[in-house]
Protein backbone atom coordinates (compact mmCIF):
# COMPACT_ATOMS: atom_id res chain seq x y z
CA UNK A 1 0.00 0.00 0.00
CA UNK A 2 1.40 3.48 -1.23
CA UNK A 3 2.64 5.90 1.80
CA UNK A 4 -0.49 8.36 2.69
CA UNK A 5 0.50 12.21 2.07
CA UNK A 6 -2.02 13.23 4.24
CA UNK A 7 -1.53 14.43 8.19
CA UNK A 8 -2.44 11.85 10.43
CA UNK A 9 -5.30 13.25 12.51
CA UNK A 10 -6.61 10.22 13.74
CA UNK A 11 -4.10 8.00 15.06
CA UNK A 12 -4.62 6.17 17.72
CA UNK A 13 -8.77 6.26 17.37
CA UNK A 14 -11.24 4.47 15.81
CA UNK A 15 -14.28 5.10 13.86
CA UNK A 16 -17.46 3.26 12.49
CA UNK A 17 -18.62 4.18 9.07
CA UNK A 18 -21.51 2.41 7.98
CA UNK A 19 -22.92 1.57 4.85
CA UNK A 20 -19.18 1.45 3.74
CA UNK A 21 -18.53 -1.45 1.27
CA UNK A 22 -18.74 1.15 -1.41
CA UNK A 23 -19.68 4.67 -2.53
CA UNK A 24 -19.35 7.34 0.11
CA UNK A 25 -19.23 5.04 3.03
CA UNK A 26 -16.03 3.61 1.48
CA UNK A 27 -14.82 6.52 0.72
CA UNK A 28 -14.79 8.46 4.29
CA UNK A 29 -13.60 4.89 5.94
CA UNK A 30 -10.39 4.95 2.51
CA UNK A 31 -9.73 8.99 3.98
CA UNK A 32 -9.82 8.09 7.32
CA UNK A 33 -7.39 4.87 7.49
CA UNK A 34 -5.02 7.11 5.57
CA UNK A 35 -4.89 9.79 8.28
CA UNK A 36 -4.51 7.23 10.68
CA UNK A 37 -8.00 5.67 12.04
CA UNK A 38 -8.66 2.15 12.38
CA UNK A 39 -12.15 1.75 11.11
CA UNK A 40 -15.25 -0.70 11.75
CA UNK A 41 -16.98 -1.17 7.92
CA UNK A 42 -20.75 -2.25 7.78
CA UNK A 43 -22.75 -3.05 5.31
CA UNK A 44 -25.55 -5.60 4.57
CA UNK A 45 -23.22 -7.77 2.41
CA UNK A 46 -20.26 -9.33 4.03
CA UNK A 47 -18.36 -10.32 0.80
CA UNK A 48 -18.14 -6.45 -0.59
CA UNK A 49 -16.98 -5.83 3.02
CA UNK A 50 -14.17 -8.09 3.21
CA UNK A 51 -13.00 -6.95 -0.73
CA UNK A 52 -13.06 -3.09 1.12
CA UNK A 53 -11.04 -4.47 4.32
CA UNK A 54 -8.33 -5.79 1.80
CA UNK A 55 -8.55 -2.55 -0.12
CA UNK A 56 -8.23 -0.30 2.89
CA UNK A 57 -5.18 -2.24 4.28
CA UNK A 58 -6.33 -5.44 5.68
CA UNK A 59 -7.47 -6.72 9.60
CA UNK A 60 -4.68 -4.47 11.08
CA UNK A 61 -6.91 -1.65 10.43
CA UNK A 62 -10.10 -2.24 9.27
CA UNK A 63 -13.21 -4.93 10.14
CA UNK A 64 -15.93 -5.36 8.37
CA UNK A 65 -19.51 -6.67 10.31
CA UNK A 66 -22.65 -7.54 7.78
CA UNK A 67 -25.57 -6.61 8.84
CA UNK A 68 -28.95 -4.57 8.20
CA UNK A 69 -28.55 -1.03 9.38
CA UNK A 70 -31.47 -0.49 11.05
CA UNK A 71 -31.40 -3.57 13.55
CA UNK A 72 -30.94 -3.09 16.73
CA UNK A 73 -28.68 -6.03 17.31
CA UNK A 74 -26.68 -5.74 14.28
CA UNK A 75 -25.77 -2.13 15.65
CA UNK A 76 -24.63 -3.23 19.40
CA UNK A 77 -22.75 -6.53 17.72
CA UNK A 78 -20.72 -3.72 15.04
CA UNK A 79 -19.84 -1.26 18.53
CA UNK A 80 -18.74 -4.03 21.02
CA UNK A 81 -16.62 -5.56 18.13
CA UNK A 82 -14.86 -1.81 17.47
CA UNK A 83 -14.57 -1.87 21.36
CA UNK A 84 -13.12 -5.38 21.55
CA UNK A 85 -10.63 -5.33 18.63
CA UNK A 86 -9.61 -1.90 18.31
CA UNK A 87 -10.18 -0.42 21.97
CA UNK A 88 -12.60 2.23 21.43
CA UNK A 89 -15.09 3.84 19.30
CA UNK A 90 -14.46 7.53 19.17
CA UNK A 91 -16.21 8.26 15.49
CA UNK A 92 -19.36 7.50 13.80
CA UNK A 93 -20.09 8.07 10.62
CA UNK A 94 -24.27 7.77 9.78
CA UNK A 95 -24.10 6.80 6.34
CA UNK A 96 -26.43 3.97 5.80
CA UNK A 97 -29.19 5.47 3.51
CA UNK A 98 -31.98 3.88 1.36
CA UNK A 99 -34.73 5.55 -1.47
CA UNK A 100 -36.52 2.78 -2.91
CA UNK A 101 -38.98 4.95 -4.54
CA UNK A 102 -39.09 7.37 -6.99
CA UNK A 103 -41.79 9.52 -8.39
CA UNK A 104 -44.77 12.02 -6.54
CA UNK A 105 -45.56 12.06 -3.00
CA UNK A 106 -49.53 10.86 -3.87
CA UNK A 107 -48.20 7.67 -5.00
CA UNK A 108 -45.95 7.24 -2.34
CA UNK A 109 -46.49 4.02 -0.90
CA UNK A 110 -46.63 4.36 3.41
CA UNK A 111 -44.85 1.62 3.87
CA UNK A 112 -41.89 2.54 1.76
CA UNK A 113 -41.77 5.87 3.74
CA UNK A 114 -41.82 3.75 7.50
CA UNK A 115 -38.79 2.19 6.03
CA UNK A 116 -37.15 5.45 4.76
CA UNK A 117 -37.13 6.82 7.90
CA UNK A 118 -36.17 3.66 9.42
CA UNK A 119 -33.07 3.30 7.84
CA UNK A 120 -32.22 7.23 7.21
CA UNK A 121 -33.87 8.66 10.53
CA UNK A 122 -34.13 6.32 13.12
CA UNK A 123 -30.73 3.97 12.68
CA UNK A 124 -29.17 6.88 12.52
CA UNK A 125 -30.39 7.68 16.12
CA UNK A 126 -29.75 4.35 17.14
CA UNK A 127 -26.36 3.82 16.39
CA UNK A 128 -25.66 6.94 17.81
CA UNK A 129 -27.42 5.49 21.26
CA UNK A 130 -25.50 2.67 20.85
CA UNK A 131 -21.92 4.62 20.30
CA UNK A 132 -22.46 7.28 23.28
CA UNK A 133 -23.85 3.98 25.89
CA UNK A 134 -20.77 1.88 25.46
CA UNK A 135 -17.52 4.61 24.70
CA UNK A 136 -18.51 8.43 24.03
CA UNK A 137 -20.48 9.09 26.80
CA UNK A 138 -17.33 8.67 29.26
CA UNK A 139 -14.51 9.55 26.48
CA UNK A 140 -15.86 12.09 24.17
CA UNK A 141 -15.70 11.67 20.80
CA UNK A 142 -17.36 12.94 17.14
CA UNK A 143 -20.32 12.33 14.79
CA UNK A 144 -20.95 12.99 11.39
CA UNK A 145 -24.27 12.47 9.83
CA UNK A 146 -24.50 12.01 5.91
CA UNK A 147 -27.51 14.35 5.00
CA UNK A 148 -28.50 15.32 1.44
CA UNK A 149 -29.13 18.94 -0.56
CA UNK A 150 -32.18 17.03 -1.01
CA UNK A 151 -33.34 17.72 2.66
CA UNK A 152 -32.97 21.16 2.25
CA UNK A 153 -34.99 22.41 -0.86
CA UNK A 154 -38.17 20.34 -2.51
CA UNK A 155 -36.35 17.38 -4.43
CA UNK A 156 -39.30 16.19 -7.27
CA UNK A 157 -39.55 12.13 -7.62
CA UNK A 158 -37.66 11.58 -4.82
CA UNK A 159 -39.41 13.86 -2.11
CA UNK A 160 -39.57 11.49 0.41
CA UNK A 161 -36.18 10.37 0.53
CA UNK A 162 -35.71 14.26 0.79
CA UNK A 163 -38.35 14.68 3.76
CA UNK A 164 -36.05 11.86 5.67
CA UNK A 165 -32.75 13.53 5.00
CA UNK A 166 -34.60 16.74 6.05
CA UNK A 167 -34.82 15.13 9.51
CA UNK A 168 -31.43 13.87 9.48
CA UNK A 169 -30.29 17.39 9.61
CA UNK A 170 -32.59 18.35 12.46
CA UNK A 171 -31.47 15.08 14.29
CA UNK A 172 -28.11 16.46 14.31
CA UNK A 173 -28.91 19.67 15.53
CA UNK A 174 -30.90 17.78 18.30
CA UNK A 175 -27.67 15.62 19.06
CA UNK A 176 -25.58 18.44 19.15
CA UNK A 177 -27.42 20.43 21.91
CA UNK A 178 -27.42 16.95 23.89
CA UNK A 179 -24.20 15.68 23.40
CA UNK A 180 -21.97 18.76 23.59
CA UNK A 181 -19.48 19.13 24.95
CA UNK A 182 -17.97 16.12 25.30
CA UNK A 183 -19.26 15.02 21.40
CA UNK A 184 -19.30 16.69 18.61
CA UNK A 185 -22.43 16.21 16.14
CA UNK A 186 -22.46 17.86 12.58
CA UNK A 187 -23.75 16.75 8.97
CA UNK A 188 -22.58 16.80 5.29
CA UNK A 189 -25.64 17.23 2.83
CA UNK A 190 -24.03 16.40 -0.58
CA UNK A 191 -25.81 16.95 -4.27
CA UNK A 192 -25.44 13.87 -6.47
CA UNK A 193 -22.55 12.02 -6.46
CA UNK A 194 -21.03 9.71 -8.75
CA UNK A 195 -22.10 6.50 -6.56
CA UNK A 196 -23.63 3.52 -7.70
CA UNK A 197 -26.87 4.54 -5.44
CA UNK A 198 -27.43 7.75 -7.18
CA UNK A 199 -26.68 6.25 -10.90
CA UNK A 200 -30.47 6.79 -11.51
CA UNK A 201 -30.15 10.51 -11.09
CA UNK A 202 -26.93 10.85 -13.59
CA UNK A 203 -26.71 7.73 -15.74
CA UNK A 204 -26.91 8.78 -19.44
CA UNK A 205 -26.83 12.71 -19.35
CA UNK A 206 -23.82 13.21 -16.74
CA UNK A 207 -22.57 16.10 -19.00
CA UNK A 208 -26.58 17.68 -19.27
CA UNK A 209 -26.74 17.01 -15.11
CA UNK A 210 -23.17 18.77 -14.37
CA UNK A 211 -24.34 21.82 -16.35
CA UNK A 212 -26.55 23.03 -13.69
CA UNK A 213 -23.56 23.24 -11.20
CA UNK A 214 -20.85 26.00 -11.33
CA UNK A 215 -17.77 23.58 -11.05
CA UNK A 216 -19.50 21.38 -13.81
CA UNK A 217 -19.19 18.44 -12.49
CA UNK A 218 -20.86 15.87 -10.45
CA UNK A 219 -19.21 14.94 -7.06
CA UNK A 220 -16.77 12.05 -6.37
CA UNK A 221 -16.90 9.95 -3.50
CA UNK A 222 -13.58 11.62 -2.42
CA UNK A 223 -14.99 14.31 -2.05
CA UNK A 224 -17.28 13.94 0.60
CA UNK A 225 -15.07 11.82 2.60
CA UNK A 226 -12.22 14.80 2.78
CA UNK A 227 -15.13 17.24 4.54
CA UNK A 228 -16.42 14.16 6.92
CA UNK A 229 -12.62 13.68 7.76
CA UNK A 230 -12.36 17.38 8.53
CA UNK A 231 -15.94 17.66 10.83
CA UNK A 232 -14.57 14.59 12.86
CA UNK A 233 -11.18 16.34 13.12
CA UNK A 234 -10.24 18.29 16.01
CA UNK A 235 -9.93 21.22 13.16
CA UNK A 236 -13.42 21.47 13.20
CA UNK A 237 -13.21 21.44 17.09
CA UNK A 238 -15.66 24.70 17.49
CA UNK A 239 -18.12 23.17 15.06
CA UNK A 240 -21.00 21.11 16.08
CA UNK A 241 -24.74 21.16 14.79
CA UNK A 242 -23.75 22.38 11.56
CA UNK A 243 -24.67 20.94 8.12
CA UNK A 244 -22.07 21.85 5.48
CA UNK A 245 -23.41 21.83 2.00
CA UNK A 246 -20.99 20.00 -0.72
CA UNK A 247 -22.93 20.70 -3.97
CA UNK A 248 -20.43 21.96 -5.98
CA UNK A 249 -22.33 25.11 -6.12
CA UNK A 250 -25.93 23.49 -7.32
CA UNK A 251 -27.73 25.21 -5.11
CA UNK A 252 -26.79 28.85 -5.74
CA UNK A 253 -28.60 28.15 -8.96
CA UNK A 254 -31.76 27.21 -6.65
CA UNK A 255 -31.60 23.09 -7.82
CA UNK A 256 -31.18 19.99 -6.39
Known amino acids: MA ?35 KVVITARKQE ?49 GINPVYGPLMQMDPDAARKIMDVNVISALRWTQAVHSAWQADHGGAIVNIASIAGLRPAPNIAFYGVSKAAVIHLT ?9 GV ?3 AVAPAVVKTRFATALYEGREEQVAEAYPLKRLGEPEDIGSVVAFLLSADSGWMTGQTVVVDGGVLLGGGV
Open 173 to 181: EELAWELGP
Open 48 to 96: PLDDAVQRLGGHDVALAVAGRGDDPDHQSDAVARAIDTFGSADLLVNNT
Open 184 to 186: RVN
Open 3 to 37: QSTHPRRFAGQTAIVTGASRGIGYAVARRLVDEGA
